[in-house]
């Protein structure tokens, strides 16, 4: 029955099919079932042609397929768009409109909705996603496009329920077919690998595509495959399904559910890490150690399999087009979460598992991204126990061990960590914290934390370092990096998230747990490792997770949640304990910067910088200085201060005796390290980031840190202002108050460009109030990455101080005020209080007014930094109070109490030193009283007891007091005691470093110091400024002192804060300025010096402008006697040098000198020994891109809009060549017009220039150099040795240019007339030029023509019909100067009218250039019987060769380009030219160009304005009468002897009386005759200006420019000014050389002769003269980047009609061409090398569609040249890794398109490299 039914054909069965289905009684399922046991048999392979059509057709029910899909679509009502798409796909992301920071937006939602002044950006998706549009839950309504939402569902219709009854029941076995085939085609991974069958997922991918085309009709089907894929008693019908007809069939079906149940069974949900170490840690694991997975519906078998063959992306975007629909939704992540261990086994052992993590990431980021669906899942399938244990068991299998077996930290070479393995599992769980229920969920469970805290003490203490002491380390490791990204990952990022849902009070139980389980980890990792309570000094990690977590979570209790700090710290045995490794990590920092540990490589110091930067520092540097502020207000600050010493290793520096031996350092290393431990205490009393400041005021102090280092770009900005590291945490400041904080403290700088052509961005720069008030050294140091941060940021504010006339000396760090401390903070500023913090300064003090070594400015700066924080914080009931004598006082302390107030007037006496036997302190050593502090101890020791003191001794001692007074842990406290017995005292720690003295070698001396630390100042004060009794007293009258300033301000401010705030101090101070102090001897950099050098300074410019004035005035005295002696004295400035003349009579020429940048020398170039310009050659095609009008092109933006090349200046001057060659004699079409519109050649100088000889030696050296140049030495290519600009060749100057030429007197009343003018040019063109032959000029400047050549392409130079024709080399070469004129003009704004300096070239080559071209055409004649100069001068020889019978004419006159007809004139006549023969070319010339011009305008007029202008009256004599102008006679005979012909197409249909003359007025045709002639003169005047020195005239305004170049030429003797004259302005300029009749009935007659046969191009022709070209232009694009991004980014590519990996724009003609594209590569070349020869001719200018970025192709190399699209804070978006808009930067732009007019690429870009044909 099946079979019988399935014969009828497709749409026949499944319509019957249908019908049968939709009765009630009908037997159409059963039918339906029997034809799919036929059509999905499991004989039937899955990519079997038959399976998908016969699925397809069944699915329709009748109607085609395509049909059926418009059909389900029109009913589509899904609320969510859900466009699935992949790596690389180009989407939206909108921080408005985002609930969640996962939300993106496909282009078409993200355009159809409304984020006008949104903060959104443009990314290119990694790992694959979906639009989110719609979702509630993800993102707000009002960023919803008008589709989606529930505004876009509303008015859907019910969807009928007969076109959804067939899908139902086919697509169970439809899906089940599906995973059949992957059960039966299913390897082992390994076996996978080796089979060389196809991939079973490509096998189905048929099957695959058209399910995924399902999943796309809309919401109804949606539904249908959501019931389908959830159906458990389907899925259990289906795999007990065995009523086949076939056996064999039934077998094999039966096999392939075997088989997946044995595949099944052997994938168990076990825990990676054995579990009696789970035990030993404390840990349960959630799941079951030998649970399986057991599927009960169809979804949860298919995603079985989708993990197994490891996330194919055909089956991902399968499972990930159902998402839009609720139901699925729910009942997928339910089952992504059930197989969610098994998901992560099989990313840990994937050979690929960069692409398994995007692909799961893909799906999970979807899932995760809603709260509503994380809750659902959390009880019910135990997610976050599901992800902490795998977290934990992943990170267990890349551990290392000590000898006795225990567990310490994670391998970070492992390939879990080193490869980011773990990235997938974090992601989520991160995502998943995110959530406040989920977090608080979280932290409710203690056992959950528990185990969290396990899983953080494997990285506590990863990346071990340790110093090499002897030999550099063999091998740098790369792996710590993974260590920095495996904590900010794995760690600190998911403690943000929980920090985040910790703020209220509501929540504070939660951080109490936090804090104490972090306790309780932190003292079983301190018993696992045996600390004690120092670590090994030699050893270094940077990464203490749990201290950190202690840190933030008991700054968010203080500061959030109002907690009593004391209420959560520990005893203060445990708080030391806590307080060592961070201390130990900066004092390492210290001794990295020291170079102290060198011998570990590079990689130590980039640890370093990366444990301060910006991505780091808020989970790394920042709650450690945090952990230790708090250490320091709580434990006992002499034992605090005394710690940081010792551990910084600078205990033995700290002594009053001149010279000390360091058991630990070497000498170099001290200053360093000092100022290390003194740049810390000013850092831990100076940071307020935890201790109480607000997050705006943290925000701006970053901000103001960050540009005070330098200058920045708004990104850059954005990325170094430390953010929370967690971005899903939701804990960071908005954006507009980002702004707003930047707009406060800095000032925006637009884009510019440097002298050299480099751009700049747009930056931001500190304000002037910034650096007066709130520039801060203390947060600059701590966000210093490099030490030249922190030196740069002081150079700029010592450069705004002396801008702003503040302070002209060089100042130091303005450390400012510090901000209040929170009320539980205030035990850390008894730091500055206490004993040992007030010994240390005073020793200081001491060391450095006695110039002791190894102490610095630096030093003393900060010291004082210490002392002015400390007095700051006194107050005046403090200075009176003494402390108690007690029995358990110290007594050998040198200060009576701790009140810095008393101890800053407090006289030390005598000091007792342990120096060696040879010290100088024992010669002089003073004998101590009778009490010293070495007899028995004594309540009150007498104040001239000799003091010692131990910093040593002092921190252990007060460590031993902490442990004595912990009785809570009496027990514990003893073990630690037997341990702190047995430990090494520091002397025999110190092993290391310089040898350590023997005992016997060291003698006990007392010094006598009798000064107190305000003495000390005084006496500094007096040593800084190098004068005595500087410092006059305290005054209370006298004012402040000034913020800005140097030590003696500082010190000064200082002394005065101490003498308001204590009487006694006061009065100390009054009592040592009345002591006489002796003089110090000034300082090298005291400001005594510095006024002495400014003194000096001035003298020596006053020296030097007293010369310059003598000089002056000898040189006008000699000047004045040249001119008495010798009238006839001309001096210049030209190139500095001066010249002599003997009268115009007796020379012409005065010999020029050069400078040989090479060796040096001034000469002249001579025959034999030349000198030559150095120059670069290049190809060009500039030209041929311009158009006639002035409107820019537009770069197309949509399919109606195109572009058509034929309207180009090329294109022209092909059509008008190739239409001349169609009609006339070959030769005579090459005289008539120039070539070089595309590829021509430009000769552009830095000008400079070598002797050739010279050169030749520069070119060998450059050869044998050992250094790969840059450039191509091959092709002759080398950098001018003085300037470094790119050149290839050098023109030699000849001998007529090796003087100057002296200007003669002419006028219009020449001495000859113009006939014999013009006989005699006919005369000279037929002999040769006094070209020496022979001589080495010669030689040079033939091989430089062969260069020329060789620089454009063949094809360019060849337009002869005769190929190797002499007439292409003539053509060539003339052509080669017109193209030079024509660009110069182009660079000076298209017009000689003065435009400033910028349109003036600044050198010019043309005369060098001339004189070779004259050279290379004197070889060739022109044949007298086609000389275009007899046909201009002659009468009727031109209509005798027309009316001759002779197969090709000559091309008529009219015809041919005036412009190349001079330059062709010119250069076959002798060289040098005389001025009065080229006049009389010109004035010949121009009777042409006049006539071309009016028979041009003719045709352009109606019938009825020529029959007008023809019967004007007029004379027929050839002299102008005041009656009839010229103009109007002229034009009158033009129509008249045009008329005779079939020229006009309408003569003889209109007649005219000769009174109306139309539009055409005298005035307008007058204009039109101007336009059309100035090309011409523009041409022939800076020809004019090359060949003798004429000097260009000035001209303000365009409509002047026909004047004034008319003057300039000799055409016209004076403007006119009257109205007639200007109408007829053209007119005055022609000065016939034969009969005006005669002349112009012959060139007309040659026209109306060609006409009679070939009218119409007789027509084309004559229009084609004249032509006004405008400037060229690149392309107009439009303002916002968007617009050409969306159209070009998917265009297909035109050859194989796929999208192009790197689509590229020309932005000289719009071409869209593939910039790597292998499918357009021809002949080994790719597309974009290609289209850069045929557009450019070598030169491209790319815009990269998907870079927004311009690049620069010439010849064989390509560079970067930039960006035309800023942002809106000016700056680049390289590859849009931002995203942000971007729009059109004008000035950027123009800069570019200059940049190709005038050839500047290759000097103004520097970084080119080669392309090979490719990029």
């Known amino acids: 029955m099946a079979h019988e039914l399935l014969s009828r054909g497709k749409a026949s069965t499944a ?27 499991p004989d039937k392979e899955v990519d079997d042609r038959d399976v998908v059509e016969w699925s397809r057709a069944l699915l329709a029910g009748g109607e085609s397929f395509e049909e059926f899909t418009r059909t389900l679509r029109s009913y589509d009502d899904a609320s969510v768009c859900g466009l699935v798409w992949t790596a690389n796909f180009v989407a939206y992301r909108c921080r408005t409109c985002g609930v969640s920071p996962c939300m993106s937006l496909c282009a078409d939602c993200f355009s159809a909705g409304d984020h006008s002044g949104h903060d959104f950006n443009m990314f290119r998706s990694q790992a694959g996603g979906a639009c989110d549009c719609g979702d509630n839950s993800v993102m707000r309504e009002g960023g919803f496009c008008h589709r989606h939402g529930r505004k876009g569902c509303q008015s859907a219709p019910t969807v009928p329920q007969d076109l959804l009854l067939l899908p139902a029941l086919v697509l169970p076995r439809l899906v089940y077919t599906l995973l059949r085939h992957l059960r039966e085609e299913y390897l082992p991974s390994g076996l996978l690998s080796e089979s060389e069958s196809p991939n079973p997922v490509q096998k189905a991918e048929k099957l695959l595509i058209l399910l995924e085309e399902l999943t796309k009709m809309g919401d109804a089907m949606r539904s249908v495959v959501t019931e389908v894929l959830t159906n458990r008693q389907s899925y259990q019908d289906l795999n007990s399904h065995s009523e086949l007809q076939n056996n064999s069939g039934k077998v094999r079906w039966d096999w392939s559910y075997a088989k997946y149940q044995s595949v099944l069974e052997s994938t168990r949900l076990h825990s990676t890490f054995p579990s009696h170490e789970v035990l030993a840690l404390g840990c349960t694991t959630a799941t079951d150690q030998n649970a399986t997975l057991k599927h009960d519906c169809l979804l949860e078998e298919l995603l ?54 995007n692909r799961i990431v893909h799906i999970s980021v979807q899932l995760f991204s809603s709260e509503e669906l994380v809750a659902q899942v959390l009880d019910e399938c135990h997610l976050l126990e599901i992800m902490v244990h795998i977290l934990l068991g992943m990170v267990t299998t890349c551990l290392l061990k000590d000898e006795s077996g225990c567990v310490l930290v994670v391998n970070c070479a492992e390939p879990v960590l080193k490869n980011n393995t773990y990235w997938p599992l974090v992601s989520d769980f991160i995502n998943v914290l995110s959530h406040p229920s989920v977090s608080q969920r979280f932290l409710q469970d203690r056992t959950l934390v528990r185990t969290w805290m396990c899983f953080l003490s494997f990285f506590q203490g990863m990346n071990l370092n340790k110093r090499e002491m002897t030999e550099h380390v063999e091998f740098e490791s790369q792996t710590y990096y993974a260590a920095f990204a495996a904590e900010l990952e794995a760690c600190a990022q998911p403690m943000c998230g929980l920090l985040a849902h910790c703020k209220t009070p509501e929540t504070s139980e939660y951080t109490r747990t936090v804090v104490h389980l972090c306790l309780e980890a932190l003292q079983y990792w301190f018993k696992v490792i045996k600390f004690v309570d120092e670590p090994p000094s030699n050893q270094l990690t940077f990464h203490i997770p749990l201290h950190r977590y202690f840190s933030m979570f ?81 434990l006992d600050p002499d034992f605090f201060i005394s710690s940081v010493f010792e551990r910084y290793k600078v205990v033995d520096l700290l002594t009053i005796a001149s010279k000390h031996q360091n058991a630990v350092l070497d000498p170099e290393h001290e200053r360093p390290m000092l100022e290390g431990a003194l740049t810390f205490l000013v850092v831990l009393l100076g940071v307020r980031l935890h201790l109480g400041v607000a997050d705006d005021e943290i925000l701006h102090s970053e901000m103001v840190s960050q540009l005070c280092m330098g200058d920045k770009t708004h990104s850059s900005l954005l990325d170094l202002i430390p953010e929370n590291p967690n971005p899903k945490s939701g804990v960071s400041l908005g954006t507009g108050y980002f702004e707003k904080v930047l707009s406060a403290v800095a000032d925006f700088r637009a884009p510019v460009f440097e002298p050299g052509g480099s751009m700049q961005q747009g930056m931001y720069t500190p304000k002037s109030a910034v650096w007066d008030v709130e520039f801060d050294p203390v947060s600059v140091i701590l966000r210093a990455v490099y030490r030249r941060d922190m030196q740069s940021a002081m150079d700029r504010y010592t450069a705004f101080l002396k801008q702003s006339s503040r302070f002209d000396g060089n100042p130091w760090p303005p450390y400012r005020e510090r901000p209040p401390l929170h009320p539980q903070y205030q035990g850390l500023l008894r730091l500055l209080h206490c004993k040992t913090m007030h010994i240390v300064l005073f020793t200081l003090l001491y060391k450095i007014l006695m110039d002791h070594q190894n102490l610095s400015d630096h030093v003393l700066c900060m010291v004082l930094y210490l002392l002015e924080m400390g007095v700051d914080s006194s107050t005046e009931s403090e200075s009176t109070r003494e402390e108690p004598d007690t029995e358990d006082q110290c007594y050998d302390s040198w200060f009576p109490s701790s009140s810095l107030l008393n101890n800053l007037h407090h006289v030390i006496s005598f000091v007792r030193v342990r120096v060696a036997h040879d010290a100088p302190e024992v010669a002089r050593q003073v004998t101590p009283e009778p009490n010293s502090a070495e007899q028995a101890p004594q309540k009150s020791p007498p104040k001239e007891t000799a003091q010692v003191f131990s910093l040593v001794a002092e921190r252990r001692r007060k460590f031993q007091e902490m442990i004595n007074k912990n009785s809570e842990a009496a027990a514990a406290a003893g073990v630690f005691r037997r341990h702190s017995g047995s430990r090494p005292h520091s002397g025999q720690a110190r092993s290391f470093g310089a040898p350590m003295l023997l005992p016997q070698q060291l003698v006990t001396a007392v010094l006598e110091i009798r000064e107190s630390m305000l003495s000390l100042l005084v006496k500094l004060h007096h040593k800084l400024s190098g004068k005595q009794d500087s410092y006059p007293g305290p005054d209370a009258d006298r004012l402040a002192p000034l913020t800005h300033g140097d030590g003696l301000i500082v010190i000064e401010r200082i002394l005065q804060k101490a003498a308001r705030r204590s009487c006694q101090n006061e009065q100390s101070l009054e009592e040592i300025c009345y002591k006489v102090t002796p003089p110090v001897p000034p300082r090298k950099n005291s400001p005594g010096g510095s006024l002495d050098k400014e003194e000096r300074r001035r003298r020596a410019r006053e020296r ?76 060009t095609s500039v030209l041929g891109h311009r158009r006639e009008g002035d409107t820019r092109i537009h770069l197309p933006t949509s399919d109606d809009e195109q572009l058509y090349q034929d309207g180009t200046c090329s294109s022209f001057y092909d059509v008008l060549l190739s239409t001349l060659q169609k009609h006339f ?120 023509q062969k260069s020329i050549r060789r620089v454009t392409p063949h094809k360019f130079t060849e337009y002869s019909k005769t190929p190797g024709s002499p007439d292409n080399d003539f053509l060539f070469l003339h052509s080669v100067a017109r193209v030079n004129l024509e660009l110069e003009i182009v660079h000076r704004g298209g017009s000689l009218v003065t435009r400033g300096a910028a349109s003036a070239p600044r050198r010019s080559c043309f005369s060098q ?115 009839v102008p010229v103009l109007q006679k002229h034009l009158s005979k033009v129509i008249g002897a045009l008329s005779t012909g079939c020229l006009y197409p309408d003569n003889g249909c209109t007649q005219s009386d000769g009174t109306s003359q139309g539009m055409w007025s005298q005035l307008s045709i007058e204009l039109a005759v101007r336009k059309s002639c100035l090309p011409f003169l523009r041409v022939a005047a800076l020809l004019q200006h090359y060949l003798y020195g004429d000097d260009m005239p000035s001209c303000q305004s365009a409509d002047e420019e026909f004047a004034v170049l008319a003057v300039y030429l000799v055409l016209l003797e004076v403007p006119r000014s009257s109205d007639e004259d200007c109408h007829n302005l053209t007119g005055h300029c022609l000065h016939w050389v034969a009969s005006s009749d005669e002349l112009l009935g012959q060139w007309c007659f040659e026209v109306t002769t060609f006409a009679a046969g070939n009218a119409a191009d007789a027509r084309t022709l004559l229009s084609m003269q004249c032509k006004a070209w405008a400037e060229p232009h690149l392309l107009q694009l439009p303002v916002s980047y968007n617009t050409i991004f969306q159209h070009y980014h998917r265009r297909p590519c035109h050859a194989c009609s796929k999208v192009p990996k790197d689509p590229a724009l020309c932005l000289v003609c719009g071409a869209f061409v593939c910039l790597k594209g292998a499918c357009c590569k021809q002949q080994n070349c790719y597309e974009c090398v290609q289209h850069t020869q045929l557009c450019g001719a070598g030169t491209g200018i790319f815009l990269l569609v998907n870079a927004s970025v311009v690049i620069i192709i010439r010849g064989p190399e390509f560079c970067l040249w930039g960006s035309v699209y800023l942002d809106a804070h000016g700056e680049e978006d390289r590859d849009l890794r931002r995203g942000k808009p971007l729009f059109l930067c004008e000035e950027r732009y123009r800069v570019l398109e200059q940049q190709w007019l005038i050839h500047s690429y290759d000097h103004v870009n520097k970084r080119w490299g080669p392309h090979y044909n490719g990029l």
Not at 554 to 565: K, Y
Not at 1162 to 1177: D, F, I, K
Not at 1238 to 1255: A, S
Not at 1307 to 1316: K, V, Y
Request: hydrophobic share 40%; with cysteine.
């Open 15 to 41: 319509a019957m099919l249908k019908v049968e289905c939709g009765r009630a009684q009908g037997h159409g399922p059963q039918l339906l079932d029997d034809c799919l046991d036929v059509v999905l048999g």
């Open 1104 to 1179: 030097q402008k007293k010369l310059l004035a003598e000089f002056a005035s000898r040189q006008k005295s000699f000047m004045e006697t040249a001119m008495e002696i010798n009238p006839n004295f001309v001096a210049t400035e030209e190139d500095g040098t001066t010249m002599e003349t003997l009268g115009v009579e007796e020379a012409l020429f005065v010999e020029k000198l050069y400078d040989c940048v090479i060796c040096g020398q001034q000469t002249a170039s001579t025959e034999q020994r030349p000198v030559g310009l150095v120059v670069l050659q290049q190809a």
């Open 554 to 634: 008991l700054s968010q209790a203080v500061r959030s949640q109002q907690f009593d700090l004391d209420s959560l710290l520990p005893d203060q045995e445990l708080l030391a304990k806590l307080m060592a490794h961070p201390l130990q990590i900066q004092a390492c920092l210290s001794e990295i910067h020291s170079n102290m540990w060198v011998r570990n490589g590079l990689q130590i110091k980039g640890q370093a910088m990366t444990y301060v930067q910006s991505h780091f520092c808020n989970s790394m540097i920042d709650p450690d200085i945090y952990l230790l502020q708090v250490c320091a207000s709580k």
């Open 304 to 357: 079985f399999w989708t993990v197994k063959y490891e996330f194919p992306q055909k089956m991902v975007t399968l499972l990930l087009n159902m998402l839009p629909h609720q139901d699925y939704k729910v009942a997928f992540i339910k089952t992504f979460v059930q197989h969610y261990s098994f998901v992560m086994h099989t990313l840990m052992h994937s050979h690929e598992a960069d692409t398994l993590s």
């Open 1225 to 1344: 004699l070959d030769s005579t079409c090459l005289q008539s017009v120039s070539i070089g519109w595309e590829g021509g050649v430009f000769v552009q100088t830095c000008g400079h220039t070598v002797h050739l000889d010279c050169h030749k030696a520069y070119m060998e050296s450059l050869k044998n150099d050992q250094a790969l140049p840059t450039y191509a030495l091959e092709k002759g290519e080398f950098t001018c040795p003085l300037c470094r600009q790119l050149s290839n060749s050098v023109l030699p100057c000849c001998w007529a240019q090796s003087a100057h030429r002296l200007p003669t007197p002419t006028s219009i009343a020449m001495c000859r007339s113009l006939q014999e003018l013009a006989q005699e040019v006919q005369t000279k063109q037929e002999t040769l030029g006094d070209f020496p032959t022979g001589s080495n000029l010669t030689k040079e400047m033939e091989a430089v």
């Open 1409 to 1523: 250039l001339f004189n070779i071209l004259a050279l290379g055409i004197r070889c060739y004649r022109i044949d007298m019987a086609y000389n275009p100069w007899v046909h201009l001068t002659q009468t009727r020889l031109g209509a005798d060769m027309m009316s001759s019978k002779v197969e090709q004419f000559p091309v008529p006159l009219l015809f041919r380009d005036p412009c190349s007809l001079l330059l062709l004139l010119v250069l076959t006549m002798p060289q040098p030219l005389d001025k009065d023969l080229f006049g009389c070319i010109l004035q010949v010339l121009f009777t042409l160009v006049h006539t071309q011009a009016l028979a041009t305008l003719s045709l352009c007029m109606g019938p009825e304005d020529r029959a007008a202008w023809s019967s004007s009256t007029c004379t027929q004599q050839d002299t102008w009468t005041p009656e």
